[in-house]
């Protein structure tokens, strides 16, 4: 099972070793565009918490690139496999698990979107963020990218046409990262909207990369909360590739 | 080799294939006919383990289908109709992601896949970008990549659409090739042709039913083995005769052009399903 996993893993890696210098130029912009708005622009005059806003929005913007990017880098292009191209089939007819499946997959979306976190935090000390990096916050990082890359999978298997998946992310994608912690804090949002928020996993990931940058207590309970989603799109992944050969 | 038994497949209200069933033997080159939509890319999803059957019981190299999933995966190489190579990686390593995701051994892989890269006459091109290939490229890679793992038995759906006759008559050898190695290979097609030069026996199905299963010599005789084929104002006909003479008297008697051949495939497809395929 292991060597499957790896195998599913190996094509990932193959197709990013190929592009990777357009990979990481193309997720540079982005957040250089966020840290210009955000940080140069709007945050000159915005204090946080006794702290620039820039130091406040960099783990926002982390949880919320690293999201995009896990998501998308399996959404699309497992849709585009099983919808159009039909090389799902090519793992589907071979004798390897589902879940070898699920997770080579998942662990190769997480580690692009684990990449691409990388280059953000490379840029946000260029652009002179003050931010504390701990093993916690890695482990915050991973865990953010698998809910992620998960959710996408579990997005592909369902959504049925290319469009849809543009739909998923207008509709699920794009509110959470306005929404869930990444430019401010939800506390002062109507009670039933910051209910919905507090369920949703980014507002985990960003409240939990900015306590630890801040040097807070361990969010341990956030962690718990993406941990529980990973397990929850995994199990969804896993059945969802059954069901597909009914 | 593949053994069927009343197997059936229902796509909600839709039955798509009803009560087939069917053996195959080692070694033999078997062709599923039928007109589009009779249910041979259902039967062939269904041998192949991406669609499961509604009803029935298949086995494939002595096991069970329902139990033994994965040993089935192991043993058969599929060819689909649609091109579903990784556009994104070469050919080598389309070949290599399917020798991993069958667990051959590093050696034995890199050996399997450039022998089969010479047999498919592909060698030169390994490491260029799929995306670039021609469809009959493609659909010799697709082949290359079903055989890399030694199947015992091959599944073809429409291994030729869409192919140049140069190409088609190449993998025909090559299929007939792979028989002579002990395979046994399942194509399914709607060029008659093709099912008449290549197949030891063939099915006809229609509407989801098997309605004939012989070989093709003797379809064709259960007609006659002469025709006679004429042209009116309500269209193209065709009479059988068992005897030469028999059906040149008749020919004589027509006023119009009339051809006097031996009976075919097609005729026999044409008088079992009352419609004319393609090709």
């Known amino acids: 099972m292991l060597y499957d996993i790896w195998t599913v893993f190996w094509r990932d890696w193959l197709v990013l070793k190929r592009r990777i210098g357009r990979f990481i130029l193309s997720r540079m912009v982005s957040p250089i565009l966020y840290l210009v708005a955000f940080g140069w622009g709007l945050g000159r005059s915005i204090q946080v918490n006794q702290g620039s806003y820039l130091?406040?929005?960099v783990p926002g913007i982390i949880a919320l690139n690293s999201m995009n990017i896990s998501f998308n880098s399996v959404g699309s292009p497992l849709n585009m496999s099983r919808v159009y191209h039909k090389t799902l089939e090519e793992y589907l007819i071979a004798p390897i698990s589902s879940i070898s499946f699920v997770i080579g997959k998942v662990a190769s979306g997480a580690l692009r979107g684990l990449l691409s976190s990388l280059i953000i935090i490379l840029l946000a000390f260029a652009f002179g963020a003050h931010a504390l990096i701990n093993i916690w916050f890695a482990i915050a990082l991973v865990l953010n990218c698998l809910?992620?890359?998960?959710?996408?999978?579990?997005?592909?298997?369902?959504?049925n046409t290319h469009e849809d998946m543009a739909n998923f992310n207008t509709y699920v994608l794009l509110p959470m990262s306005f929404l869930c912690a990444t430019f401010f804090i939800p506390d002062h949002l109507p009670t039933v909207l910051r209910w919905l928020v507090e369920f949703l996993p980014l507002t985990h990931a960003?409240?939990?990369?900015?306590?630890?940058?801040?040097?807070?207590?361990?969010?341990?309970?956030s962690l718990l909360i993406m941990a529980a989603y990973i397990a929850a799109f995994c199990g969804i992944g896993v059945w969802l590739m059954e069901k597909v050969r009914e | 080799m593949i053994h069927i038994e009343n197997f059936s497949k229902k796509f909600g209200e839709r039955t798509a294939v009803d009560n087939l069933s069917l053996k195959i033997a080692k070694g033999e080159i078997f062709g599923l006919l039928g007109p589009n939509g009779a249910g041979k890319t259902t039967t062939i999803r269904v041998l192949t383990m991406l669609t499961r059957p509604t009803a029935g019981r298949i086995v494939i190299d002595g096991r069970e289908a329902s139990h033994q999933e994965q040993h089935i995966k192991s043993v058969i190489g599929v060819v689909p109709q649609h091109f579903n190579l990784d556009s994104d990686l070469t050919p080598w390593e389309n070949l290599e992601l399917h020798g991993r995701l069958h667990h051959m051994m590093p050696q034995v892989r890199n050996q399997r896949i450039e022998e089969l890269l010479k047999f498919v006459e592909l060698?030169?091109?390994?490491?260029e970008m799929v995306q670039k290939f021609s469809g009959g490229m493609k659909r010799r890679l697709m082949i290359a990549r079903a055989l890399l793992h030694q199947p015992k038995v091959l599944f073809l759906d429409e291994p030729t659409v869409g192919l140049d006759p140069q190409v088609r008559r190449r993998l025909w050898d090559l299929i007939r090739h792979l028989k002579n190695e002990g395979l046994t290979v399942l194509l399914t097609t709607h060029y008659i042709e093709e099912a008449e030069n290549l197949c030891q026996r063939v099915a006809i199905m229609e509407k989801g039913k098997l309605i004939a299963i012989d070989t093709p010599m003797a379809l064709c005789q259960r007609l006659g083995s002469y025709a006679v084929e004429w042209a009116d104002e309500e269209g193209t006909k065709t009479k059988f005769f068992a005897d030469r003479?028999?059906?040149?008297?008749?020919?004589?008697?027509?006023?119009t052009t009339t051809t006097l051949r031996q009976t075919n495939l097609e005729d026999a497809f044409v008088e079992l399903t009352g419609r004319k395929v393609a090709g």
């Open chain 2, 123 to 127: 060698e030169d091109r390994a490491h």
């Open chain 2, 245 to 255: 003479n028999e059906a040149s008297a008749f020919a004589a008697t027509l006023v």
């Open chain 1, 147 to 159: 809910v992620f890359a998960s959710m996408g999978l579990v997005a592909a298997m369902v959504m």
């Open chain 1, 55 to 57: 130091d406040f929005i």
């Open chain 1, 206 to 221: 960003s409240h939990a990369l900015r306590g630890i940058v801040s040097g807070g207590e361990t969010p341990v309970f």
